[in-house]
């Protein structure tokens, strides 16, 4: 059994930055493509970026330059570094494990395992 466990959320003003972290269980962290989805309030989640088990990187046309994705495989940790910060980041956020390659990286029924979630919230 795979478990997602998020923090790093909080309130923050436009133009700052926070770093998400997700603590994966499981000993086969290595393995699997992460990624990180969002969802806005009254909105359909949406792709914020994935990595791969060999470290590359995927993200959302929305993010792109300013959030960077990474991984620590001795920690079994992945990150999300998140930078300008503006009002439309306001989410959910959530950490999930890739378990099926069957759509993209960006289609969340691809991913089989979810955290519970962190709420950030960006104010201008």
């Known amino acids: 059994q795979v478990q997602l466990v998020e923090s790093g959320g909080g309130s923050v003003q436009s133009g700052e930055s926070l770093r998400l972290s997700c603590a994966v269980s499981g000993n086969t962290y290595s393995r699997y493509c992460l990624g990180w989805f969002r969802q806005p309030p009254e909105t359909k989640r949406e792709a914020v970026a994935a990595?791969?088990?060999?470290?590359?990187?995927s993200y959302g046309d929305s993010v792109k330059g300013r959030f960077t994705v990474s991984r620590d495989n001795d920690k079994n940790t992945l990150y999300l570094q998140m930078n300008s910060l503006n009002s439309e980041d306001t989410a959910q956020y959530y950490c999930?494990?890739?378990?099926?390659?069957?759509?993209?990286?960006?289609?969340?029924?691809?991913?089989?395992?979810w955290g519970q979630g962190t709420q950030v919230t960006v104010s201008s």
């Open positions: 990595i791969d088990s060999d470290g590359a990187t």
């Open positions: 999930a494990v890739r378990t099926e390659y069957t759509r993209s990286w960006s289609d969340s029924s691809d991913f089989g395992y």
